[in-house]
C-alpha cells in the first residue's frame, strides 16, 4: 500500500515491526482507526504494512493514493499547471503541502505553495519552491546555478581572454 513508514512509528525497522505485530495479534490487540472505529488486529495479518505502532496502539494507515514529487528539502503533490510564459523555460505548478499524523500521510487543504520545474533532459528534471512564483523561480535558479556553476565560470573565463 505505501511505500513508505510513518515518521511517528514506534518500530525504526520491518523485523521489529513484524515481532511485534506477532505477538499483538496472539494477545488478541485491537487496530484503531482515525475515526475512532477498533477491530481486532488479527484482521491485518494479510495486511501488517496498513498498522503501524505509534503511542501505545496500533493505528490503521489511512491510503494516501497521490504522487508524491520530492523539491528540495519538501515533498508535495502537484496541483494545477499555472499558465505563466516568460523568456526562462520554467514550468510553475500550484501544489499541496503533505502532513503526516499517526493515521498517515494527508494533505493541506489549499495548494499554499508554488512550485518550479526545469527540463533540461527526461533524466535531469529541476524544482525549487516558494510562496510566489518569484520565489520559485529564484530557487530554481540557484539549484540551476550550483548545478552548473562549473560551466558558467569556464564560459565567463574564456569570454574574458578573447
Known amino acids: 500500500m505505501t511505500a513508505y513508514r510513518n515518521k511517528f512509528a514506534t518500530h525504526k525497522t520491518e523485523a521489529e515491526k513484524r515481532l511485534a505485530f506477532s505477538q499483538a495479534v496472539q494477545n488478541d490487540e485491537l487496530a484503531y482507526f482515525s475515526n475512532g ?26 491510503p494516501f493514493p497521490h504522487t508524491v514529487q520530492k523539491v528540495r528539502d519538501i515533498e508535495v503533490v502537484l496541483a494545477d499547471k499555472i499558465p505563466h510564459s516568460e523568456r526562462i523555460p520554467f514550468e510553475y ?7 503526516e499524523n499517526c493515521y498517515g500521510r494527508y494533505l493541506s487543504a489549499q495548494p499554499d505553495t508554488i512550485v518550479a520545474k526545469y527540463e533540461a533532459s527526461k533524466n535531469n528534471i529541476f524544482w525549487g519552491y516558494g510562496k510566489t512564483i518569484e520565489q520559485a523561480r529564484a530557487f530554481l535558479g540557484l539549484k540551476l546555478f550550483d548545478e552548473y556553476k562549473d560551466a558558467i565560470c569556464v564560459t565567463r573565463l574564456k569570454a574574458h581572454q578573447e
Open 37 to 62: 472505529k477498533k477491530v481486532p488486529l488479527y484482521n491485518f495479518c494479510l495486511q501488517s504494512e496498513r498498522v503501524e505502532f505509534i503511542g501505545g496502539l496500533w493505528r490503521v494507515q489511512e
Open 93 to 99: 505548478y500550484r501544489a499541496y503541502r503533505i502532513g
